[in-house]
């Protein structure tokens, strides 16, 4: 088993950067893909950002590209998400994800956090 803790979320303003962690404990060693979702009010789950094959292939989502930069620190056992130049489009919950597998549809991860909330205002 895999736990998922993120961090870093809370009220910003837009224009703004910010900085979300998460954290890895149990059986990492296991994983190959790590991910980061968003959750908008009224919107469907989207898939941001993830690491595949432990950190040989990355996928950005088209609209985020350029703003975000999904990373991995093995020493801290944490991914973590950087997005700069905050829109209050941004706004929702951000969760963290995780797969023993090297290929993973967005449904099918394994492991998810409890997600961090991330309010932008104008």
């Known amino acids: 088993q895999v736990q998922l803790q993120e961090s870093g979320g809370g009220l910003v303003q837009a224009g703004d950067s910010l900085s979300l962690s998460c954290v890895a404990s149990?059986?990492?060693?296991?994983?190959?893909?790590w991910a980061w979702f968003r959750e908008r009010p009224g919107k469907s789950r989207e898939f941001l950002a993830a690491?595949?094959?432990?950190?040989?292939?990355?996928y950005y989502l088209d609209s985020v590209k350029g703003r975000f930069t999904i990373s991995r620190d093995v020493a801290k056992n944490t991914v973590n998400l950087q997005v700069k130049i905050l829109e209050v489009e941004d706004t929702g919950v951000y969760l963290c994800?995780?797969?023993?597998?090297?290929?993973?549809?967005?449904?099918?991860?394994?492991?998810w956090g409890q997600g961090t909330q991330v309010i932008v205002s104008s």
């Open positions: 690491l595949y094959r432990s950190g040989r292939d990355t």
């Open positions: 149990g059986r990492t060693d296991h994983i190959q893909t």
């Open positions: 994800a995780a797969d023993p597998t090297s290929d993973p549809m967005p449904g099918e991860f394994d492991f």
